[in-house]
């Protein structure tokens, strides 16, 4: 079988190569420009550069589509033409509706619509992560030959009803637990330090906030843009985060301690009690994997981005457990630390604490709250160039560090989850 790859960025390139070394015959390209430095880029492999998009199609049995979703249309418009009868397309965008809107209406009748999402990055090899695969379209010989296909990158394969089923899951998974991350890391960029340096994000749950943030913001704005903008359950999701911040924000203010043990305690009942598959995060793991050279002395945190997370998990009726099927490393670690802060009574009760009287972490409170403001706005108008700007702001104040984070995170990740 003759596999054909549109777009050989980051993560078109690690399938490439992964069903190169398959023994499959590997096409693909990418943009005209990137012709002459894809040839050298994988010079030492059998894949095989072709110049354009329809020239890969013309000889592609199975077809993987791995653009961004924002460009997915215009990228399917101009090559279906040349797709072969019969063949079987797919593709690797984080959010499917734009995906399939695209395929339903370009594509002809008699190819076959599998499609797929890696819940990874291409800083990780693609053996043991999770793919998720969706039978859009096909007989059941040809869903046989994708799934040969997709096993060949040696993912654990999580077969999904239908494409809106896992754009719900990505929006509870990842839009939110993204913008979590973001809020934070705009944060810090707007009080204008670097968290590792303050006493009040030295322990182990902020050790993980940190390095996950800095993991989000190495890798490309639009993989979250189009999560979050394009992703029609994700709104939602991010419009109640928001207003579950907000709400504890303006409790906390108000030293309303009643409504406030309230929420925190019936959120905490809704999603940690009963039976649950635990992560039960290892606190010694999380203390020894930090940024800051040498720690300061400790200092209670408010937590309020984990508070507000819980909360709007309770608002919603939505048990994040059950999204662990589909999990990312950042929600799995989002998740963790929420557990591990509600599930200990004592740091709980230091938290309540903190965000009602604690007047030294109040500053810090509120950059956070006009932070999740800033990024709820930009994608409740649908803003994709605002997010895009927004996104590389923060991701420029951390550059010196980025990519240390993110190796970081790539080691806590693997010691948590192993």
Known sequence: MNIGIIGLGDMGSVCAKKWASKGF?????DLPERYETLKEQFGDTTVIILQTSNDVARVADFLLFSVEASNIGKVVAQ????????????GQTSVKTPEIAAFE?????????????SLHGPAFSTEGQKLIVVNHRSTEEAYRKALDVFEALESQIIEVADYQQHDQIMADTQAVTHMGFESMGTAWKNAGFYPWDHGAYSNGIDNVKILTTLRIFSYKAHV???????????RKQVRQYAKSESELFKMMICEQEDLFRERIHAASKFVFHGERDFITLDPEVMKD????????DYMPNSHLSLLAMVDAWYQLGVNPYEN????????????GIAEYLFKNA????????????DKSIRADDLEFHSAVREWASIIEYGDMSGYLSHFDQVKDFFSDRLQEGAQQSSRLIAKLTS
């Not at 209406?105 to 999402?117: A, G, M, Q, R, S």
């Not at 979250?224 to 994700?234: D, E, H, K, R, S």
């Not at 994997?289 to 300061?296: L, Q, R, T």
């Not at 662990?324 to 998740?335: G, S, Y």
């Open 224 to 234: 979250y843009a189009g999560l979050a903008i394009l992703n029609p359950f994700a």
């Open 25 to 29: 015959t590997v096409y693909g390209c």
């Open 324 to 335: 662990l099927i589909c999990q990312t490393p950042p929600f799995r670690l989002r998740l």
């Open 346 to 357: 004592d740091l709980l009760e230091e938290t309540i604490q903190t965000a009602l009287y």
């Open 79 to 90: 090559t279906a033409s040349s797709v072969k009868y019969g063949s079987i397309i797919s």
């Open 105 to 117: 209406k370009y594509l002809p009748e008699d190819v076959h619509i599998v499609t797929c999402h």
């Open 289 to 296: 994997f930090k940024m800051a050279e040498k720690a300061d």
